[in-house]
């Protein structure tokens, strides 16, 4: 391989340098509550691992751009006066730019909030370039042009390749397409074919669907302008409306919505308590109902961590793993800021779990999606506890 053949790769790993140089030397250098969080518990080694593994992304993306680069080099090498192989580096690195870009400018204006730390607050320009890229584009309409602008290189590639390979070159290459414009569709598409529908419920045994918002206002939740489908619901439910916590802090307040019991009670008073607190007992809503055959499923974003950190008997979890992947996830954006615009595709929360909740990728329909799955998995009655956590998240208007 010649060393001009390889300049979008160089490029993509040096990409994936400055962003994972700038994480670390944040981490390393400030002092701020996560950095000091991860200096204090000793989890900078997950946050390299993780750093190093989004190094990956960046790999198939330089070759992408170095296959298609040498491929439009190939289409064009026999016209008279072409200059593309000459500059058969500069398209490959122009590939790479091009595709973290859009990458970019979708996860900023799919999900502000991931990028309102590096736009929004720092005001000026910065601020007016997300608003104006939100005014502009919607994920539907960039996902559209960029899919159709990477299928037309390809097929360009595809064809210079082609063109300038021998005849079994061409059939390996025929193989190879043939097998990609198959994988593609499948992984897109195998999670929802999988999906299938739910069995009748049981009226003797409902099915159970506990709705958790972090840091929701009550008025709002039934203002029919803010909250239309809550607001539907609460219409036609019963409503309680001198509802109040017993503690304003969230692993007690979960504690007690899953014991019926008082922090003076069950013992969880703090944040993040210490590890014997943490056992709710047998006496939970989630045991109750398991003894009587039902599925126990939580479901969760960033703020969902009580659900599986309690000791409360749920036997399905999709929340995060721990306060470590919190913590490493939310530093590992300040360098890599596509990572919203894949993370709610499932090849990419397989190959990443621990960004799978990130605070600045979280998103109600991902957490949406992934209790509809869990359900129609579930055989006989469930109880679905989904802990949605966006209200937390930073405002960012348009």
């Known amino acids: 391989m010649r060393k001009r053949y390889a300049a979008p790769v160089v490029l993509a790993l040096a990409a994936w340098g400055a962003g994972t140089g700038a994480v670390l030397r944040h981490v390393l250098l400030e002092d701020d509550f996560v950095s000091a969080e991860i200096r204090r518990h000793g989890v900078l080694a997950p946050l390299v691992s993780t750093l190093i593994e989004l190094s990956i992304p960046y790999v198939v993306l330089g070759l992408f751009a170095m296959w298609a680069a040498r491929g439009l080099a190939k289409l064009a090498q026999d016209r008279p006066g072409s200059r593309l192989v000459r500059h058969e580096p500069w398209i490959g690195a122009g590939i790479v730019a091009a595709g973290l870009t859009i990458a970019v400018v979708a996860a900023a204006i799919e999900r502000p909030a991931s990028l309102a730390g590096l736009l929004w607050r720092r005001g000026g320009i910065a601020r007016a370039v997300q608003a104006g890229l939100e005014r502009a584009l919607s994920p539907a309409s960039l996902a559209a042009a960029a899919t159709l602008g990477a299928a037309a290189l390809a097929g360009l590639a595809f064809a210079g390749w082609w063109k300038s390979s021998s005849r079994g070159g061409r059939r390996a290459a025929l193989i190879t397409a043939s097998s990609v414009a198959l994988l593609v569709p499948i992984l897109i598409f195998a999670p929802r074919l999988r999906r299938g529908a739910h069995p009748a419920a049981d009226p003797e045994r409902p099915n159970v669907l506990l709705i958790v ?3 929701l206002r009550p008025d709002r939740a039934a203002d029919p ?16 409306l001198d509802a109040r916590t017993p503690c304003a802090l969230t692993y007690p307040a979960i504690a007690s919505l899953l014991t019926g019991k008082h922090p003076v009670r069950h013992g969880v008073r703090d944040l993040y308590p210490d590890a014997p607190s943490r056992d709710l007992g047998k006496d939970t809503l989630p045991r109750a109902l398991e003894k009587a055959g039902y599925r126990t499923i939580a479901v969760g974003g960033y703020c969902a961590t009580p659900l ?19 913590i490493v996830s ?9 990572l919203p615009a894949v993370l709610p595709f499932p090849w990419a929360r397989t190959l990443f779990p621990q960004l799978r909740t990130a605070v600045e990728g979280s998103h109600p329909g ?12 579930a055989r006989g009655p469930f109880f679905v506890t989904v ?3 966006n209200p937390h998240l930073p405002y960012v208007p348009v």
């Open 387 to 389: 802990f949605f956590d």
């Open 213 to 215: 918002v972090d840091s």
């Open 366 to 377: 991902d957490v949406t999606q992934e209790a509809v799955t869990a359900w129609r998995r």
């Open 330 to 338: 939310s530093v590992a954006f300040r360098g890599h800021p596509w």
């Open 225 to 240: 302008a803010v909250a239309p489908h809550l607001a539907a619901l609460a219409a036609r439910s019963v409503r309680f």
């Open 308 to 326: 599986r950190e309690l000791d409360s008997g749920y036997t399905v979890q999709a929340t995060p793993r721990s306060e470590v992947d919190l």
